[in-house]
C-alpha cells in the first residue's frame, strides 16, 4: 500500500478542520445563494468526510495517533464554529441558544476531563452514543444550514431545532458519563 493512501483519512481530517471556518463565515454572511448553499455543499462534504476517513482508516490498518487525537478536534471544530454562526443569523432565539450552549459547554468541559486524565494515563474512548450525538449534531446543522436553502421543504428549521434539542439532551448524558467515569478512576488511584 501506497504511502499516499495511507496518509488519506489524515488530511480528510486536516480540510475538514480548514474547512469548518471557511462554512462558518459563509453562514455568517446570512446570504442564501452565496452564503448557506455552498457552506451546506461544503458541510455536508465535511459531514461525509467524517464517517470515509475513520472507515478508510480502519479498513487499510492505518489508524494512527495523529488522526485519534485530530478526528474529535475536527468533530468540535466543524459542529462549534457552524453552532456559533448559526447562532448569529438565528431567528429561533433560546429555542436555539440553549441547546446549542449545552452541546459547546460540554465539548469544553469533556476536552478538559480527557486531558486532566491523559495526565493520568487513562484513556477515555469514545462511546457509541457519543458517535451518535456527533451524528444528531451534524444532521441537526445540516437541517439549519438547508432549511433558507430549500424553503419549500416544509418544518426543516423545526426538524433541525428538535434535532438539536435531542442532541443536546444526548450530548449532556455522555458528557454525565465522562464525568462518572472521571470520578471512578480517580477514586480508584492511588493517594
Known amino acids: ?16 478542520i480548514v474547512a469548518a ?11 442564501v445563494e452565496a452564503g448557506y448553499a455552498p457552506a451546506l455543499v461544503l ?22 495517533k495523529l488522526g485519534a487525537m485530530l478526528d474529535p478536534i475536527a468533530d468540535k471544530v466543524l459542529i462549534g464554529t457552524c453552532l456559533l454562526s448559526l447562532a448569529h443569523v ?13 452541546i459547546i459547554s460540554r465539548e469544553f468541559l469533556i476536552s478538559g476531563l480527557r486531558e486532566f486524565m491523559a495526565g493520568r494515563s487513562v484513556d477515555m474512548p469514545v462511546s457509541a452514543t ?21 424553503p419549500s421543504v ?27 467515569g472521571v470520578l471512578y478512576h480517580d477514586d480508584k488511584s492511588p493517594r
Do not use: H
Not at 501506497?2 to 480540510?15: D, E, F, G
Open 1 to 16: 500500500m501506497t504511502t499516499v493512501l495511507k496518509s488519506v483519512p489524515n488530511w480528510m481530517t486536516i480540510l475538514r
Open 21 to 31: 471556518p471557511v462554512i462558518a463565515i459563509l453562514i455568517w454572511t446570512d446570504n
Open 43 to 64: 458541510f455536508i462534504l465535511a459531514s461525509i468526510s467524517d464517517f470515509i476517513d475513520g472507515w478508510m482508516a480502519r479498513r487499510l490498518g492505518v489508524v494512527s
Open 90 to 102: 438565528t431567528d429561533d432565539g433560546w429555542w436555539y441558544i440553549l441547546p446549542a450552549l449545552v
Open 130 to 150: 457519543a458517535k451518535w450525538k456527533t451524528t444528531l449534531q451534524l444532521v441537526a446543522i445540516g437541517f439549519l444550514i438547508g432549511a433558507p436553502v430549500f
Open 154 to 180: 416544509q418544518f426543516a428549521n423545526e426538524v433541525g431545532l428538535i434535532c438539536l434539542w435531542v442532541a443536546a439532551f444526548i450530548t449532556a448524558q455522555t458528557g454525565i458519563a465522562y464525568y462518572r
